[in-house]
């Protein structure tokens, strides 16, 4: 957290009236609310604590001009499965218009809200709590509105399956990684796909689904089949340690090739708003590496969280601290990628 961060009023009551753990964590849940951040999360949680966001939430809700927009639908989810679509209109939480439902999460943290706020508060509503089913109005265009009754994220099963070949012909191979980047079982699976493929057959890896974070030695594994020398693609930074220091801190990742493990073929990588953390940064990787990188927007979660353990409580809180950015300087954040992979200027090869 840097210096902007002041508690509300009401929090600082809040926080004063602390007396138990559970009473600890349901305050640090809400106070992280007003970084609007949604990879600054607790490492612990109640049965009832908001969905974390993106894993498990399958709308993505922007607020513009007044309105509240589904820009995107998670494949598979609930939300798509009640026929909920991109530019659908989010109305009412409940029984509570959508406008008064985000006033009122603002106002209970002792805040008001604005266009980014606004967002950020309905996705989180709309994902609901984890214990709980959820109750929304749509509306679409030319269609009037309807009620939908939407299950928790919580209550799906996972797949077992870390890695998926979802296509090999001659148009190419396609590969999922199922939200897997920190699981380093992974690599193996992703390493058999691999070797199964023509050494000079187009590549399109999938990442819209990996909304969970991962870590490094997944992301480099991947990419390094697609590099025969140490190639940079990621950089670093600690804004913290600078803001305390006065000074900076900075460096360079290198991807580095695998000993037997090389394709020559062209590759493109899918990304979309579950693409995540680690996805993101797998993302940003490969377009320094001359990839193709195309889709839609990604879920633009503000660098690297680190853990930080209060010291009476043990409580964990999990806060970005370490900035990520394309090797040409553009913070993960801010990074688009194409719409189209015709709108690519080149790939990888």
């Known amino acids: 957290m840097d210096d902007s961060f002041v508690l509300s009023a009401r929090l600082q009551a809040e926080a004063e009236a602390v007396t138990n753990r559970r009473e600890l964590l349901v305050f640090t849940e809400r106070a992280l609310f007003l970084l609007s951040d949604h990879h600054a999360i607790t490492g612990s949680s109640l ?36 026929g909920i679509e991109a530019s659908d209109i989010l109305t009412r939480i409940g029984d509570e218009p959508i406008n008064s439902a985000v006033a009122n999460f603002w106002t209970d943290l002792g805040e008001t809200g604005d266009d980014q706020r606004n967002g950020f508060a309905a996705r989180i509503l709309a994902a609901g709590r984890r214990d709980s089913s959820r109750s929304m109005t749509i509306a679409r265009d030319g269609m009037g509105e309807r009620s939908v009754s939407l299950a928790s994220l919580y ?14 012909d001659v148009e190419g191979a396609v590969i999922r990684i199922e939200d897997s980047l920190g699981d380093s079982a992974a690599i193996e699976e992703f390493d058999a796909i691999m070797a199964s493929i023509e050494a000079e057959q187009k590549v399109t890896l999938d990442l819209r689904n990996t909304p969970g974070g991962g870590n490094t030695i997944v992301a480099r594994a991947i990419m390094g089949w697609f590099v025969n020398e140490p190639s940079p693609d990621r950089s670093h930074s600690l804004p913290g340690e600078m803001r305390s220091t006065g000074i900076a801190r900075q460096w360079t990742e290198y991807v580095l090739p695998r000993e037997g493990k090389r394709h020559d073929g062209q590759v493109e990588v899918r990304v979309g708003r579950w693409t995540c953390s680690m996805g993101e940064g797998l993302a940003v990787g490969f377009d320094a590496l001359g990839a193709c990188v195309w889709g839609d927007p990604m879920a633009g979660l503000l660098g690297a969280i680190y853990d930080y353990r209060l010291k009476n409580s043990g409580l964990v809180v999990k806060v970005p601290t370490e900035r990520l950015s394309h090797i040409d300087g553009t913070a993960r954040e801010n990074y688009f990628p194409a719409l189209t992979a015709e709108q690519c200027s080149g790939a990888v090869e």
């Open 47 to 82: 049965n009832d604590s908001y969905a974390v966001i993106p894993s498990f939430s399958d709308m993505w809700i922007e607020f513009e001009e007044g309105r509240y927009i589904v820009t995107q639908v998670r494949a598979a989810s609930p939300a798509q499965e009640a």
């Open 155 to 168: 209550s799906r099963e996972r797949t077992d399956q870390r890695v998926k070949l979802i296509k090999n």
